[in-house]
């Protein structure tokens, strides 16, 4: 009984510390991919980082390419938490809308490593894999794509319901206001010349006014 206790034991051990090795090959590609590419980075140094050799990975990851597509989902999956966190606890569209704003902003570094590179990446979600594990992956990152669109037109449309913002093509506005959002992370960079604060400050005010919501209302 003791024995089998001691074995349970071990191996809810071993699986814990292979979750944790994998979170730390995510955490050190992202951070990779984010800071020099992609195409760039080598898988060999993501092993080193976390003190792995480099066929090791494979019993975690496919491919780098498969490492990349759960980079992606995490990503996607963050997103999604958030917004449903905020929207869920805010008491009317405008506080909600306005912290949602903020929200997208409120990143740690790791974070907006994470979105740079989903940024730089997503393209290649739209090419079909062979491999069973890569295709899974990357339909699972093409599918949270569609729900945060989905999630964010149906908010917006919300609004409009609410009269809170102008009627408009919930698709064309919704495509408007993030892509207006992750142009940040095609160029900011955590050790810029900017601070996530100002580039908050210049930003978020322009995506209320993309929605149409009025700068007044947004600080009542």
Partial sequence: MARAAKAKTNKSAVGTSSRSKR??????????????????????DIAADVGVGSTALYHYFESKLHCLFEILSDTLEWFSVQFDEVTQSSGSFEEGLVALMHANFDLTEAQVSRCRVLV????RLGQPRKTDREEEARQRARALVREREMAWSNY??????????PEANTQLLTRALLGLYTSVWHWYHPRGTLSLTEVEAFYVPRMLAVVGFEPVAASA
Avoid: C, N, P, V
């Fill in 23 to 44: 979170d730390d090959i995510l955490a050190s590609a992202a951070e990779h991919f984010g800071r020099q590419g992609y195409e760039d980075t080598k898988w060999a």
């Fill in 120 to 123: 730089a990446e997503q393209g």
């Fill in 156 to 165: 917006l449309s919300r609004g409009m319901a609410t009269g809170a913002i």
